[in-house]
């Protein structure tokens, strides 16, 4: 058996190993497509500038995931509690993601500056959606059974919504809150490219106009190692939230 980590380990080994000859056999230039040895010389050479743009769009990511994450459970509550949000908000809902988000980020540039704040409302907007749908698809499918006996009980609605339903619901919004924090990163990102004076989306673009592609690779793997720390931060929590819910993955598959 192969420990998890390990298996990352051999992975990720593969993986650069097999970029770094494709480098070497291709002979590419280095403005086109630099190696993993290049990407690891500039992240050591450009570690003050990475860590400086990095913690501003660490910032705004984190800002987003909890404001996107309140927002998109109230909203998933009063779905849930109020017949008639759920005539008029779901269509709304729905219609908001037939808007691409690179529409709306100019707008929120244009209405809340350059700052961080218009990145913090991209990544929300981003966040939003996901956690709304998760939390609300938990609180419509708890076990009628359970409903049953709050009504046979006396219960009132707001009670057994917030005693019954959304416990029940919880395993269904923490994915939501999953998939949030693997998007979280677009947002601000995004919001960046747009419009800004710091984060690692400013940095890709100044890096990319002055073909440094390698400084361009190396924020890249800057936000994707945030992406997958925030991932397994959210993951360890959601576990201990839920300690009633193992996992129950077949055994064939832990080898």
């Known amino acids: 058996m192969i420990a998890p980590l390990a298996r990352v380990v051999v992975t990720l080994a593969v993986l650069l190993g097999g970029w770094q000859a494709l480098v070497w056999l291709t002979g590419l230039p280095r403005y086109l497509l630099p190696g993993p040895l290049a990407v690891a010389e500039a992240m050591h050479r450009q570690a003050p500038l990475l860590i400086q743009h990095g913690l ?118 923490w994915s939501g809150v999953r998939v949030a924090a693997a998007v979280a990163p677009i947002g601000a990102v995004i919001g960046e490219w747009v419009g800004s004076s710091s984060g690692l989306g400013y940095l890709m673009l100044h890096a990319n106009a002055r073909m440094q592609i390698d400084v361009l690779f190396a924020a890249v793997l800057v936000l994707g190692l945030f992406a997958v720390a925030l991932y397994a931060a959210v993951d360890a929590l959601a576990r201990r939230a839920l300690p009633w819910q193992p996992d129950t993955q077949p055994a064939e598959d832990s080898a």
């Open 56 to 173: 501003t769009t660490l910032t705004e990511i984190i800002l987003g995931l909890l404001g996107g994450v309140a927002l998109g459970g109230l909203s998933a509550l009063t779905l849930a509690r109020f017949r008639a949000a759920r005539r008029w908000l779901m269509p709304v809902l729905v219609v908001s993601q037939a808007i691409p988000v690179f529409a709306l980020a100019p707008l929120l540039v244009l209405w809340l500056g350059y700052g961080m704040a218009s990145k913090i409302a991209m990544a929300i907007l981003v966040i939003y959606f996901p956690v709304t749908t998760a939390l609300f698809d938990g609180l419509r499918r708890t076990e009628p059974g359970w409903l049953d006996l709050a009504r046979t009980m006396g219960a009132t609605p707001a009670a057994t919504l917030w005693v019954i339903r959304l416990p029940a619901a919880q395993p269904a919004f």
